[in-house]
């Protein structure tokens, strides 16, 4: 699944698949901020990389952070 939207004015890329090695498990991608973290579901893994995300962009923020980068390629 690829999931494209806006959030906080920037376009995001959230990929969200099966886990390869764990059954039951979902795995998501914020491609932008490269970004990775899981669920038991789409939604959850979807909700928690968001979460995940927003730590990322206020420790960024607190610290002066540059966060222009994209996915590790």
Known sequence: MRFQGKIWAERITLIIEPAPDVPGVWLAHYQELNVLSEGENPTEAAIS???????????????????QRGAAE
């Open 49 to 67: 990389v968001l979460e995940a995300a927003k730590i990322v962009m206020e420790d960024a923020a607190a610290g002066g952070l540059n966060l």
